[in-house]
């Protein structure tokens, strides 16, 4: 059998897993993703070991779900400031104690505090802010994983975009 027959197949699968997980917004990208695993599948595909269809399926939902994992990871990770200038000038007194006020006023922990602090204001790296808090960087990666979950969770109550 020809990939093409089994694409044709097997595409309504693709587009379920897509559906289910409700990913329209990257229809293109992961019905992409689905194709390749498919593909993958069907090189590896030997039929001495049963039938194509669960090794198929295997595939595309363990590609999408990597994919989704990724996006999530990426997501966490980074901390998105589009605009440099809405940080204040070190010179400009006025606006620090306005963002530090600010800072003060979030639900974080003192340790999520100082990580926000150090890496808004100072533009630290987590080895340079383990360093200098004398903990280890994954304890600091920590730190900065909860309070981007705080900080994602209030702006979801309060209907802000990230």
């Known amino acids: 059998m020809q990939f093409d027959d089994v694409l044709e197949q097997f595409m309504p699968m693709i587009k379920g897993c897509i559906s289910r997980w ?4 990257e229809l293109e990208e992961f019905e992409q993703i689905g194709r390749i695993a498919l593909h993958e599948a069907w090189e590896k595909y030997n039929p001495e070991n049963g039938p194509f269809a669960p090794l198929a ?36 007194t006025a606006g620090l104690i306005c963002l530090l006020s600010f800072l003060q006023s ?3 922990s003192g340790r999520e505090m100082d990580w926000l602090r150090l890496y808004v204001m100072e533009g630290s790296g987590p080895s340079e802010i383990a360093e200098r808090m004398g903990v280890s960087v994954h304890t600091v990666k920590g730190w900065r994983k909860q309070a981007l979950q705080k ?6 109550e309060q209907k802000l975009e990230w």
């Open 22 to 25: 409700r990913l329209y917004g």
């Open 57 to 92: 399926k295997s595939y595309v939902y363990g590609r999408i779900q990597q994919e989704l994992t990724r996006q999530n990871r990426r997501r966490e990770r980074s901390v998105m400031l589009e605009n440099d200038h809405l940080l204040p000038d070190q010179e400009d």
């Open 106 to 108: 979030l639900p974080l």
């Open 151 to 156: 900080l994602r969770t209030l702006a979801r």
